[in-house]
């Protein structure tokens, strides 16, 4: 699987060059999935409006938007309840997943619980990932970032990449995501961690990480 993890979505054109490249086929003819599920963790953008803004493509973050040859919604939750049959296929399939931000350990938990997490090695898809599903890909968190708390209490998340990020990186809407507070968050990462704004993204196929950026970034 070929990753492309964000801090705000495709929102400039070195994120969208990346985008392509790491496609087999123009975005006009492929096909993606998007994935909200993170959205409903998190209490500033779910449930309702900013979940529907999202799905509809009519968010701040470019990612449904971006003019594929369909979209369809994959709800983690759901799929528990519903034979493997009736979506495994559908994955299998799909050229992209779009992962919307919100809360990175609710997500992680429906990744687990919906079987996904175990399916995503083995997909040749595009992952496209924003705040936290970007963030989700990472052995950890780190309590920064802690909000709903998992079953089992820990920060722990999928490890499919050796490093954590810290989204956002010197937001106006977020005064505590600052360097400083990054270098911290670091400190107790117990590996590297990259540090993002919303201009930057962090490619990776086979294992080779490439920051593409038009903002500002730390590897930490």
Request: aromatic share 8%.
């Amino acid at each position: 699987m070929k990753l492309l993890l964000t801090s705000a979505g495709v929102n400039n054109k070195s994120i969208h060059e990346a985008l392509v490249d790491m496609l087999d086929k123009p975005i006009a003819e492929s096909m993606a999935l998007c994935i909200p599920t993170a959205m409903y963790g998190h209490p500033w953008v779910g449930p309702g409006e900013k979940a529907w803004e999202f799905i509809r493509g009519s968010s701040d973050n470019p990612m449904v938007s971006l003019g594929w040859k369909s979209v369809g919604v994959l709800e983690l939750t759901a799929l528990p309840s519903i034979d493997q049959d009736r979506w495994v296929p559908l994955v299998r399939e799909t050229d992209v997943l779009l992962v919307s931000g919100g809360d990175a350990l609710y997500l992680y938990h429906w990744m687990k619980e919906s079987g996904l997490a175990e399916l995503l090695p083995e997909l040749n898809a595009v992952y496209v990932g924003m705040s936290a599903g970007s963030m989700v890909m990472a052995p950890k968190i780190g309590e920064f970032f802690v909000g709903w708390t998992p079953p089992n209490g820990e920060d722990k998340t999928l490890g499919l990449v050796d490093f954590a990020i810290f989204p956002h990186l010197d937001h106006e809407m977020l005064p505590g995501n600052t360097m400083a507070a990054a270098e911290k968050w670091a400190a107790g990462m117990q590996g590297p961690a990259y540090a993002i704004d919303d201009m930057t993204a962090i490619k990776v196929i086979d294992g080779a990480v490439e920051v593409v950026t038009e903002g500002h970034w730390k590897l930490l």
